[in-house]
């Protein structure tokens, strides 16, 4: 008698401890998930995905600029003079009968919609001069990083060096001596935080590119005539944002309707 109740007190202890360590089994379970789930998408790993765009409407518009245009910033050619020149003048601000050039348009924030390519940004970099002086650079997930190739067209030697830039701090990704005409790179980007990466050249103070880094295929670069268009764009509300290296950024928000068109004019002013 006394043995059963014992033995009935042990099966009881051994049941609820079993459905106690089901329980606790469970919880940690539940955390880890939770936290694999918030950190994927706090990185951004929850990559963009690729649905049949139906209906799609189109956003297009005109980047312009008012006022003052900046010089050129005029720098002495300390290397290479044979081949770069002996002075250089760069346009940081280029403008065409009123229409601002270089200037990146991108929908934010969209996680599907059409097909987005990624092929490597290519820079070609010939007379001492980086082109082109603004790119985009493709970013799919958080582990699918953008690809610099650059080629050096002289016979000088050039050194790319790139940098994330975060605010008004900057972070070298790398640093890499093209030594001869014909040399190559072909690279990962390997951005964190930021959305744009400066390229310069370490030996020559007068070549600068600019890349702002894109995570969804609705983006444009503006036409010479500040003219952009980006189309199969699921009807809804979007913020379009147009950023210059040197101007910075605009945004607005739109409507798009099914398969309607919607316009975004913007314009920057000189300081
Ligand atoms: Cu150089």
């Not at 051994?14 to 939770?34: G, K, N, Y």
């Not at 189109?58 to 050129?72: D, H, L």
Request: glycine content about 8%; some cysteine.
């Amino acid at each position: 008698m006394r043995s059963s109740i014992v033995q009935q007190f042990l099966d009881g202890f051994v049941e609820l401890f079993s459905s106690l360590r089901l329980a606790i089994l469970l919880m940690i379970t539940l955390v880890i998930l939770a936290t694999l789930v918030i950190g994927l998408w706090a990185s951004g790993a929850l990559a963009y995905q690729e649905i049949l765009v139906r209906d799609g409407g189109t956003i297009a518009g005109k980047v312009s600029f008012n006022g003052k245009i900046p010089e050129p910033q005029h720098f002495l050619v300390q290397k290479n003079p044979d081949v770069c020149g002996k002075e250089r003048d760069f346009a940081f601000v280029r403008v065409s009968n009123g229409a601002l050039q270089n200037v990146v348009v991108v929908l934010q924030g969209v996680e599907r919609g059409k097909p987005f390519a990624a092929p490597p940004t290519q820079f070609e970099w010939k007379d001492c001069v980086s082109l082109p002086y603004v790119a985009t650079a493709p970013k799919k997930s958080a582990e699918e990083w953008p690809v610099f190739k650059i080629e050096n067209k002289d016979t000088v030697v050039h050194n790319p060096h790139t940098f994330e830039l975060l605010g008004a701090g900057r972070r070298t990704l790398w640093n890499i001596a093209l030594p001869e005409q014909g040399s190559k790179l072909e690279k990962e980007v390997r951005v964190r935080k930021g959305n744009v990466i400066k390229l310069e050249c370490d030996q020559h103070d007068f070549m600068h590119s600019w890349i702002r880094v894109v995570e969804n295929p609705y983006f444009a670069i503006v036409a010479g005539d500040g003219h952009f268009e980006i189309g199969d764009v699921s009807p809804g509300t979007y913020k379009v944002v147009a950023w210059h290296p040197i101007l910075g950024e605009q945004t607005q928000e739109v409507n798009v309707g099914v398969r309607g068109r919607t316009k975004a004019d913007f314009t920057f002013t000189g300081k």
